[in-house]
């Protein structure tokens, strides 16, 4: 359970506190059902490269994993990486070595200051892992909607 809501238990499970039990159970009722929403827990990271594909390891992809998953504050768990490598890419007017890197999630992406702070930080990541300079690599955030991701035979919004 979120730290942010081991209080609400905490407070709920105090009997000292008749009169506002009640109010309590409430709020435990609303911090419960926001918990089942988890609508930006289910990032999607899809990187491009034209690199080789020998230089993309199964390791690497879990560092890509852990290293988003840090950076926008979700669980490794919930997210969802795709590395294609090798592909015939330009960019800038050059085909030398380059990625594309596209971040699309519910609620994480969704202001110019929040993206800032993610690119700061993947770009610090693939800069280290993949030895290209910031002009070699491109981000796109993309927010979604709840309606936008199906899981579970449904959509976002009824989960």
Request: glycine share 6%.
């Amino acid at each position: 359970m979120p730290a942010q809501y081991e209080y609400f238990e905490s407070v709920n499970r105090k009997e000292s506190v008749p009169s506002l039990s009640g109010r309590w159970s409430l709020v435990h009722v609303f911090l419960q059902s926001c918990e089942q929403i988890s609508f930006g827990e289910m990032p999607f990271i899809v990187l491009q490269s034209n690199i080789p594909p020998s230089s993309f390891s199964e390791d690497f992809v879990k560092r890509l994993c852990s290293s988003t998953a840090a950076t926008l504050g979700k669980p490794e768990e919930r997210m969802n990486v795709v590395v294609t490598p090798g592909l015939p890419m330009l960019m800038a007017g050059s085909c030398s070595p380059c990625v594309m890197l596209s971040v699309s999630a519910i609620g994480v992406t969704d202001t110019a200051e929040k993206n800032k702070e993610h690119s700061a930080k993947i770009f610090e990541f693939l800069t280290r892992e993949l030895g290209l300079t910031e002009d070699r690599i491109v981000i796109q955030f993309h927010a979604l909607q709840p309606l936008q991701v199906g899981k579970k035979g449904t959509v976002m919004s009824f989960l």
